[in-house]
T-cell receptor
Framework: AQSVTQPDIHITVSEGASLELRCNYS??????LFWYVQSPGQGLQLLLK??????LVQGIKGFEAEFKRSQSSFNLRKPSVHWSDAAEYFC?????????FGAGTRLAVHP | DSGVTQTPKHLITATGQRVTLRCSPRSGDLSVYWYQQSLDQGLQFLIQ???????AKGNILERFSAQQFPDLHSELNLSSLELGDSALYFCASSPQGMTAGANVLTFGAGSRLTVL
């Protein structure tokens, strides 16, 4: 069955520090993988997606993610975090008939 | 503004009641999806419609139903409401009718339902 695990519920980083949010998935075939971000009071916005090809994908707002099939992971990274990046981040895996979201990681940014 | 419009933004009602949530997809999008977000269950996929037809079904309760109209807007009907139905309900849309997992979704801002 499809599943997504985001091991970190909360992460706090200092502004300007690097960031890595972890995501592990379970799916029998090559998955479609997504990262979405949810700001307070807002809907989810797509940051980036992986369907096939280059395993390092670039997204909006300076984010990138790397698909590692051997580790069943799709971790999100950003070299330098801005205060406006404080939000909740969701990893998702798309299978045949549905898009499954992880539980989310809430990011706090200290000045 | 994502282009996906959801009404109402907030709704407070009592147990046993029925409510209807409305969604207008982004212009040109043919697929509409409904998700429920709650603290204990996270984001749960409920149902997908494509051009008026049901395309995929998730964890939607029998007390809930949805439809997509010829103008492509969608409504989610929640009946015999229980306290546990309190949640944020998101609508999302996509251009294609491909299986739900392969599409890039554009989300609305959500409708927050509180059942007292």
């Amino acid at each position: 069955a499809q599943s997504v695990t985001q091991p970190d519920i909360h992460i706090t980083v200092s502004e300007g520090a690097s960031l890595e949010l972890r995501c592990n998935y379970s799916y029998g075939a090559t998955p479609y993988l997504f990262w979405y971000v949810q700001s307070p009071g807002q809907g989810l916005q797509l940051l980036l997606k992986y369907f096939s090809g280059d395993t390092l994908v670039q997204g909006i707002k300076g984010f990138e993610a790397e698909f590692k099939r051997s580790q069943s992971s799709f971790n999100l990274r950003k070299p330098s975090v801005h205060w406006s990046d404080a939000a909740e981040y969701f990893c998702a895996v798309g299978g045949y008939n549905k898009l499954i979201f992880g539980a989310g990681t809430r990011l706090a940014v200290h000045p | 503004d994502s282009g996906v419009t959801q009404t109402p933004k907030h709704l407070i009602t009592a147990t046993g009641q029925r409510v209807t949530l409305r969604c207008s997809p982004r212009s040109g999008d043919l697929s509409v999806y409904w998700y429920q977000q709650s603290l204990d269950q996270g984001l749960q996929f409920l149902i997908q419609y494509y051009n008026g037809e049901e395309r995929a079904k998730g964890n939607i309760l029998e007390r809930f139903s949805a439809q997509q109209f010829p103008d492509l807007h969608s409504e989610l009907n929640l009946s015999s409401l229980e306290l546990g139905d309190s949640a944020l309900y998101f609508c999302a849309s996509s251009p294609q009718g491909m299986t739900a997992g392969a599409n890039v979704l554009t989300f609305g801002a959500g409708s927050r339902l509180t059942v007292l």
